[in-house]
């Protein structure tokens, strides 16, 4: 098969950083190609050099496609030659129908009016070749991130795409969603479609790929090919981190105190609808020395528990006792719960943890500023110190503590967060998905970081859509369903299978 | 391999410098174009009356309502917000101020305080309808514009009310004392002798005092480890500043020597710039602008804060009417009508950033000053009002297109 995309020696510079350094890419006519590599590595700035986000002119070396040599100075040349490209954060307009997005800015329409029969006509047909069983007139909100996921890809078909790139498609997916879109993928390479897929999850790369391209550290590593036999995750993983990584989690030897934390018969309602529970009559406890996990799926009430449980920061009319060290506490705002001594990091490290204009310094200090203050004056010295020390001690990657964190990959970024609430020296800390979006070697550390905290007797909480993780660092896991807690086991007993088993008996209790 | 690691590093190390240079650029750009149009009015008006000691000391008297409110409404900006109503709080809080003192005879100094409460009252309750009611700023102070204009009509009758007793005058128009006065023995002196002392001897103090001030910072800063600028930069930028301020002095001492509104002025840009660069208060301002959603999660007060910087607003903008109104001498209803305008400008022009969590002391400072040093030099060259609001809307664009592709460049 000729290769319908060659990238040669791409060097891509950015201030204070060397993003990618020769890399080499060639992508065969009608293959699913995957591009793999530790956060940070270049993938996305390699796909964002390919469409034209970075124009010709901002990088060194040469795009072949399709025999030809191509310059693309913005997006909109390189999707004119079929060069789609989804990103990881979803480019959909919320409050518009699925019909509109799909067309956004490629309205069928004669003489600037728009032809709405032909638009709706246009997306039924494209909605079905994706599977996406919804009305063109639904509103995006309204849909799930597995659904809008589709729409996107109907979007790229509706261009007339021949190579269509997918940044971290499942992220955000639960496990059905994610097999339904690998399907489909599979599906679109049977029809003679190109696809070019950025992913973490090895599971799903080892499934669909035909090659596998890892990057590290801005450079290419090499190309395996799938399809001359069965390539294994650790394989991958290896050529990912330039190091046999035989444990994926750290070892974890657990010395647990009493009781440190609980909540009991906590429920919360919707903020807007009231009356709607979302967390229904939970409770939990976590002891020192403890990495308790929540299990669940999307929607589960995960998040909004632990966000109720910090300073009422979700929900409304809460009800429930809360203790800590064996005296009822108070968590009525965020204040209290950090006075407290709890910690939440939240799952969305972008909107909801950083100031990105700010740099790490500014970030890592904000939530404890009184303790690099004196009488309201800040000490910057001291600032420094206590930013230099976190940027040490939890090893973030970056020119210096006064960079943005904006520039700063997502592993790099978690750790800010991080930072910032170890700063305020908890006593509980809830993590939330503390490893979506990040490398394997950062993951590594970040549970080396949680099992360091639980041996100095802090307790940890760990909400996590990725069970194996789950498995790999908790030493009890309760699993929630629908608002409510459905199950308790001790991680040593538990395994993805008892973990569904529990969440599929409800819907079994619900239809008898 | 390692030479390959060696010349990354150095590559790294040469373009963060280089980011450091260019952040001082923008800053020192706003600074240098300021300088440039003082040359050009220097060089254009007749005996170069922009920089006559007589014109430096009106400009500085009609542009210090602009400065004090500007202070106010870059905390507002910062935070995300935005106060329209300020020209309308200096209307207001002149007549009420302008009524008390002729009407109702109350003594000035009482007068001052209660405009001054006033005008933060205002403030704070239009506070408490961005930050806890949650409504847009903009709509909310749009009301308030409309509605102390309306009032301040209502109060004056369409009337002017004054005038007022000197020392209430002098918040405006007066001068520090000089205690070098000749006497008698004055004329017999050369004219170079018969200058305000008091004024240049504060203005080098006030020199000195950042220079050393500076220096000692940065010692202190750099045995603390910190990473600082190269000393002769520091130095340079430092002795830059000293010339232009004892050259400020000089000019004004030629004259009736510093204006009191000018020691306000200087009091209140060095409060707000330390707020901003060296307070917790300050820092949680610029967090809440830039996130505030992540700076709420982090247990900032994001309400309160906000309600802070509108009744700070309030309270400046109380002061600004009382300015107003001793400088013209009389509450007048049209007192304060554009000022919104010229401060918001003032702001954007200082670079401060329209989505909020962004911006200086001192750059909206510039960005004041050449907003008025624009409008005193089109006077005195005899350009029509009109073409000075055309010229004033250019220099905005202007002023803002070169952020923007500042910043889109990186």
């Known amino acids: 098969m000729p290769a319908i995309l060659e990238m040669k020696g791409i060097t891509k510079r950015f201030p204070g950083v060397v993003a990618l350094r020769d890399v080499n890419l060639a992508v065969e006519e009608g293959e699913i190609h995957a591009i793999c590599g530790e956060n940070g590595a270049g993938k996305s700035t390699l796909m964002k050099v390919l469409s034209g986000v970075y124009p010709y002119g901002s990088y060194e070396g040469e795009i072949w496609y399709k025999g030809e040599p191509r310059r693309f100075h913005r997006i909109a040349d390189s999707e004119h030659l079929g060069i789609i490209i989804i990103h990881q954060e979803l480019a959909l307009a919320p409050q518009l129908s699925i019909a509109e997005n799909m067309f956004l800015g490629n309205e069928p329409a004669r003489n600037g009016v728009i032809d709405w029969n032909e638009s709706f006509r246009r997306s039924r047909e494209l909605m079905k070749t994706v599977g996406l069983k919804e009305s063109p007139n639904t509103l995006i909100t309204n849909i799930g991130v597995g659904k809008q996921q589709l729409v996107e890809i109907a979007k790229a078909l509706s261009k007339k795409v021949k190579l269509l790139i997918l940044d971290e498609p499942t992220a955000s997916l639960n496990e059905a969603d994610s097999a339904a879109l690998l399907n489909l993928l599979l599906e679109f390479k049977k029809q003679g479609m190109t696809s070019i897929m950025i992913s973490h999850k090895l599971n799903e790369l080892a499934r669909v790929a035909d090659s596998i391209t890892v990057i590290r550290d801005g450079s290419t590593v090499e190309t395996i090919d799938c399809r001359a036999g069965q390539v294994s995750e650790s394989r991958i993983i290896r050529s990912m981190v330039g190091r046999e990584m035989t444990e994926r989690y750290p070892p974890r030897a657990s010395t647990i105190g009493e009781e440190l934390f609980s909540i009991r018969d906590w429920r919360v309602e919707h903020p807007q609808h009231a009356g709607r529970a979302v967390v229904k009559d939970v409770s939990l406890h976590v002891r020192r020395g403890e990495v308790v996990g929540i299990a669940g799926l999307m929607g589960a009430g995960r998040t909004e528990l632990a966000m109720s449980v910090f300073g009422r920061a979700y929900g409304r009319n809460i009800t429930g006792a809360a203790t800590l060290e064996g005296k009822a506490v108070k968590l009525d705002t965020i204040d209290d719960a950090i006075d407290a001594g709890l910690a939440y990091v939240t799952e969305d490290r972008k909107t909801l943890g950083l100031i990105l204009n700010e740099d790490i310094k500014h970030n890592i200090t904000l939530a404890r500023l009184e303790g690099v203050a004196d009488g309201g004056v800040i000490n910057e010295a001291r600032e420094e110190q206590v930013a230099t020390r976190f940027r040490t001690a939890l090893r973030i990657r970056s020119s210096s503590i006064h960079q943005r964190t904006l520039d700063l990959s997502g592993g790099n970024q978690q750790k800010v967060v991080l930072s910032k609430w170890l700063f305020t020296e908890p006593k509980v800390l809830m993590l939330d998905e503390p490893t979506r979006g990040i490398d394997v070697g950062a993951k590594f550390e970040i549970y080396t970081l949680i099992n360091d905290l639980a041996a100095q007797g802090k307790g940890v909480i760990v909400i996590s859509s990725e069970m194996p993780e789950l498995l790999g660092i908790c030493d009890r896991i309760y699993v929630m369903n629908e608002g409510r807690f459905v199950d308790e086991m001790p991680a040593k007993e538990a395994s993805q299978e008892k973990i569904m088993a529990s969440i599929m008996r409800q819907y079994a209790g619900a239809f008898q | ?410």
Request: proline share 3%; aromatic share 10%.
């Open chain 2, 1 to 410: 391999m390692s030479t390959q690691i060696q010349a990354d590093a150095a590559a790294l190390k040469a373009e963060v410098r280089g980011q450091l240079w260019k952040d001082n650029l923008r800053d020192y750009g706003l600074l240098g174009s300021l300088l440039l149009i003082v040359l050009f009015f220097y060089l254009i008006t007749a005996d170069h009356a922009s920089v006559s000691p007589v014109n430096i000391t009106n400009l500085i008297m009609q542009n210090s309502y602009v400065v004090i409110m500007a202070l106010g409404m870059l905390l507002i900006i910062v935070g995300g917000n935005i106060d329209l109503s300020v020209g309308s709080i200096v209307g207001f809080v002149g007549a009420v101020g302008g009524s008390l003192i002729v009407y109702a005879k109350f003594p000035y100094p009482l007068v001052i305080v209660i405009c001054l409460a006033v005008g933060a009252l205002i403030g704070a309750a239009q506070g408490v309808l961005v930050a806890y009611a949650k409504m847009p700023s903009f709509i909310v102070t749009l009301g308030g514009m409309l509605i102390f204009r309306g009032l301040t009509g209502n109060m004056l009758l369409g009337q002017f009310v004054g005038p007022f007793p000197k020392g209430f005058q002098s918040i405006a128009s007066g001068f520090l004392p000089d205690v070098t006065d000749f006497g008698s023995i004055a004329d017999s002196l050369p004219e170079w002798a018969n200058i305000h002392w008091v004024s240049l001897l504060l203005g080098a103090l006030v020199a000195l005092w950042m220079f050393v001030g500076g220096i000692r910072r940065w010692r202190r800063a750099k045995l603390d480890g910190m990473e600082v600028e190269p000393l002769a930069l520091l130095i340079g930028k430092n002795l830059v500043f000293a010339v232009i301020i004892v050259g400020i002095a000089w000019n004004l001492a030629l004259y009736k020597g510093l204006p009191i509104i000018l020691v306000i002025m200087g009091a209140l840009i060095a409060l707000y710039q330390f707020i901003t660069t060296r307070t917790v208060v300050g820092r949680r301002i610029y967090a809440l602008g830039g996130n505030v959603l992540a700076a709420r999660l982090s247990g900032v007060k994001t309400e309160r804060l906000i309600f802070f910087t509108f009744a700070n607003m309030g309270l400046l903008a109380g002061l600004a009417g009382l300015v107003v109104a001793a400088r013209l001498n009389s509450a007048t209803p049209s007192a304060g009508s554009g000022f919104e305008l010229d401060v918001i400008a003032a702001c954007f022009i200082g670079g401060t950033s329209a989505s909020g969590g962004a911006g200086k002391v001192m750059n909206v400072v510039i960005g004041a000053l050449f907003m008025g040093v624009m409008n005193n030099g089109m006077s005195l060259v005899g350009l029509g009002i009109f073409w000075q609001q055309v010229v004033k809307g250019l220099v905005l664009l202007a002023a803002v297109f070169v952020d923007v592709y500042q910043k889109r460049k990186g």
